[in-house]
C-alpha cells in the first residue's frame, strides 16, 4: 500500500488544500520520494524545496489514483484526465500548477 503524506482528510487522497470531488491524485514527488496531494502539503510537512521533475525522467512512476490506488507514469498522467483503470475523472485546474511538479516546455 502506498502512503500519501500531508493533510489528508479522506481516503482518496484528498487534503485540507484540495478537496473538491475530483482532487483525487497525489503526486510523489522527486525531492523526498513521497507522495503528497498537492505542492501545499508538501511544503507544510518539509523542510526542503520542491524538485521538479525533469521531462528525460517523465517514464517515473509518480501519480496515484486516490480511488483504486492505481500508479501512473508522468508521461501518461500528462495525457489523460481520468483514470484509465476506475474511470474516475481527475481534477483539470491541475494542469495550473504543473509546472510545479514537472518540467513544461515553455
Not at 2 to 24: A, E
Not at 33 to 45: F, G, L, S, V
Request: aromatic letters at 14%; one cysteine or more.
Amino acid at each position: 500500500m502506498v502512503t500519501v503524506y500531508g493533510p489528508v482528510i479522506d481516503s482518496q487522497t484528498r487534503c485540507k488544500h484540495y478537496h473538491s470531488k475530483k482532487d483525487i491524485i497525489a503526486i510523489k514527488f522527486k525531492c523526498c520520494n513521497k507522495y503528497y496531494p498537492c505542492y501545499r502539503c508538501h511544503a507544510e510537512c518539509e523542510n526542503h524545496p520542491i524538485s521538479v521533475w525533469p521531462s528525460e525522467e517523465f517514464d517515473e512512476t509518480a501519480i496515484l489514483c486516490g480511488v483504486c490506488r492505481t500508479e501512473y507514469t508522468i508521461h501518461h498522467y500528462l495525457q489523460i484526465d481520468r483514470c484509465s483503470h476506475c474511470g474516475f475523472q481527475w481534477n483539470e485546474e491541475c494542469k495550473k500548477h504543473y509546472r510545479l511538479y514537472f518540467q513544461m516546455p515553455i
